[in-house]
């Protein structure tokens, strides 16, 4: 046990907290491996029934990885050689994704608040997947320079009318009416209820509590997404993020300007890199998806490669320096070339050994 997790046993119900609101619960490497170890106790544990993570009922689930820490130790590497934490770091990570989908017991989550990037990683494999009025889902990573990962491969390109897509490459925010129609949440609780629902949780276990104090979903108000999903069905279910920016500017309404302008900030290589994912995803196992995302994600940490790796820039402008002011290289995304794809998805990470 770290003081940025707390574990809690109560009558079979293994309560998993997120401790870290400052950084909002962001996930560092010890956070991982303490999530991974006592998950794996408390399989063996026939004391323990069920599971319900949560973050912060204030801040939310999770924000994503720390990859601030991995910026940090990344740049004071020697020139040429990579610090172990950009491997060690995505590594274990994925492996604790892919050990939250084979669960043997049950698994609850609470999503509200902040639950983006590493936070979707943790919460998508949940049974029950509770968002509240102040669920902030997405996938964000395009916007420093890296690409929806922790199983967005998978879990994205599975979601109605191109919706995946979508996220994924512009990072757009669901709220909880959108995350409950396109499958991402299974449950509404409004957040004044959340309190209660913990409470009861540990009483009777998440299941049942879940059930009792789930709201319909129209409760959760009005989709916004919903009025959008047939403009981003035509424009997201093409294959090229060239023919995206095209399709977008054809239909010329506000709504498709506005998507196209929040591509423009976005990392052209992140986006294109992002679209081959999703698109190589049909027919792939969760940990398939996991695997291509590692060896893309060893690619935008190779010190080796000649050209500078947006992921470091993005991270610098929007996390570090904050200028918000990315200087992405190439900054057209047709001149991300298909060579450059075709490397990145192949790079020769080592296999992740499942656990
Ligand atoms: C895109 C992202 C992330 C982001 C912002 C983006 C991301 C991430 C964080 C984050 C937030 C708060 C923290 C922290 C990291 O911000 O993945 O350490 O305290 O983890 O625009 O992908």
Same mark, same amino acid.
């Given at each position: 046990?770290?003081?940025? +997790? ?31 170890? @006592?998950?794996? !106790?408390?399989?063996?544990?026939? %004391?323990? #029934? ?36 950009? !491997? ?14 084979? +669960? ?19 919460? &998508? ?11 902030? &889902? ?52 409004? @957040?004044?209820? +959340? ?16 059930? !009792? ?9 009005? #989709? ?19 023919? &995206? ?8 309404? %506000? ?5 196209? $302008? ?27 998806? +996991? ?23 993005? &991270?610098? #402008?929007?996390?570090? $320096?904050? $200028? ?7 900054? @057209? ?5 298909? $060579? ?16």
């Amino acid at each position: 046990m770290t003081d940025t +997790l707390n574990f809690t046993l109560s009558n079979g119900l293994g309560l998993i907290q997120l401790n870290r609101p400052r950084a909002l619960n962001a996930l560092d490497m010890s956070m991982v491996d303490g999530l991974t170890s @006592q998950l794996q !106790r408390w399989e063996a544990d026939d %004391s323990v #029934s069920q599971y319900l993570m949560m973050g912060s009922l204030e801040k939310g689930l999770c924000a994503g990885g720390d990859v601030k820490t991995l910026y940090m130790e990344a740049v004071a590497a020697p020139k040429g050689s990579k610090a172990a934490i950009t !491997r060690d770091f995505f590594y274990n990570e994925y492996q604790l994704n892919a050990f939250l989908s084979d +669960l043997k017991k049950p698994f609850s989550v609470l999503m509200n608040g902040v639950c983006m990037g590493g936070g979707m990683g943790l919460a &998508i494999n949940a049974g029950k997947r509770v968002v509240s009025e102040t669920t902030k &889902i997405a996938m964000p990573e395009t916007a420093i320079g890296f690409i929806p990962d922790v199983g967005a491969t998978y879990f994205l390109s599975r979601l109605p009318d191109q919706v995946g897509t979508y996220m994924g490459l512009t990072g757009a925010r669901l709220n909880a009416a959108d995350a409950l129609a396109v499958g991402l949440a299974t449950h509404f609780v409004p @957040q004044d209820r +959340l309190e209660a629902l913990l409470e009861a949780a540990g009483q009777e276990g998440a299941d049942t509590a879940i059930a !009792r104090f789930a709201e319909p979903a129209e409760a959760a108000g009005p #989709s916004e997404l919903a009025a959008q999903r047939p403009l981003i069905k035509r424009c997201f279910s093409a294959d090229r993020v060239s023919e &995206i920016y095209h399709r977008l500017a054809n239909e010329g309404s %506000s709504e498709a300007t506005a998507m196209a $302008d929040v591509m423009q900030t976005r990392s052209p290589t992140s986006m294109v890199l992002a679209l081959a994912l999703q698109r190589n995803a049909e027919g792939r196992s969760f940990k398939e998806c +996991l695997q291509l995302e590692f060896n893309v994600a060893q690619w935008l940490f190779d010190p080796n490669r000649p050209e500078k790796s947006d992921f470091f820039e993005g &991270i610098r #402008s929007v996390l570090v $320096d904050k $200028d918000h002011n990315p200087h992405w290289h190439p900054i @057209q995304v047709d001149d991300v070339s298909p $060579d450059t794809v075709a490397r990145a998805l192949s790079f020769p990470a080592d296999r992740i050994a499942f656990l």
